[in-house]
């Protein structure tokens, strides 16, 4: 049996499922306090950046939750991952000087510090620790794409299991015979990531509800059956 986030997170892993719940706390805006930056406030569905346009900008995520996403050449929005606080976006692009290939839209009103490649560069050429965390931002990063094809193959159902195993990793707390996910999410931002329609995700939830698996208490979601989850990469 599954106790802690910790254990959850081992498991996952041993299975090639990497988390696209992006939420390190690792970097701060003081680290780059020596160099020009600027405040980026963002609503609630507001574009950051788009796919396919230049960028020379590195932004950190002082507040909020930003969905990057591809699109299609039918015009199909597919989520790769969901930024939180401390993560950074756009340097995959703006270290490379290449287009855009993700799309940046804020899920909630957002705060960002904006640095342009050059700044960014100097900052982390003088100082190791803060290299050592941007590499390790992007090889996690690398890992999210790389585990998605396992991810995608899987039923719906079992996808929606997985995204619950993935905040319960990320954000969970053990509570007797319950696990607490501390975190607010809708069942859009589950719908992109697990490549279902909205509909889809909220008859699974209703039907996750009405047979004991989970339950939702004053917005926050808890996992009643966690063996249950676990049982779709158990195997």
């Not at 509909?199 to 004053?218: A, D, P, R």
Request: aromatic share 12%; charged share 20%; hydrophobic share 40%.
């Amino acid at each position: 049996m599954i106790i802690s986030p910790q254990e959850i997170q081992k498991l996952l892993e041993e299975k090639n499922y990497i988390s696209p719940w992006l939420s390190y706390n690792e970097f701060r805006g003081e680290q780059f306090a020596g160099i020009a930056t600027q405040k980026i406030f963002l609503k609630k569905n507001q574009g950051l950046f788009s796919q396919g346009i230049p960028n020379p900008y590195i932004y950190l995520i002082e507040s909020g939750r930003i969905r990057m996403e591809s699109v299609d050449s039918d015009g199909e929005e597919n989520c790769v991952y969901i930024a939180g606080k401390g993560c950074l976006i756009g340097e995959e692009s703006a270290v490379n000087g290449i287009l855009n290939y993700l799309t940046a839209t804020a899920i909630l009103d957002c705060t960002l510090i904006r640095m342009r490649y050059e700044a960014f560069l100097q900052a982390i050429s003088s100082n190791t620790e803060l290299c050592n965390q941007v590499m390790h931002h992007l090889t996690y990063k690398a890992q999210v794409f790389c585990s998605q094809r396992q991810y995608f193959s899987k039923s719906a159902t079992a996808r929606v299991a997985i995204t619950l195993l993935f905040l319960c990793a990320r954000y969970g707390e053990r509570n007797g015979d319950t696990f607490w996910i501390n975190m607010r999410f809708t069942h859009d931002e589950v719908a992109k990531l697990t490549g279902l329609n909205r509909v889809t995700v909220s008859k699974l939830f209703k039907t996750l509800e009405e047979n004991g698996i989970i339950e939702k208490k004053g917005g926050y979601f808890h996992v009643k059956d966690m063996e249950w989850l676990i049982a779709p990469i158990a195997n």
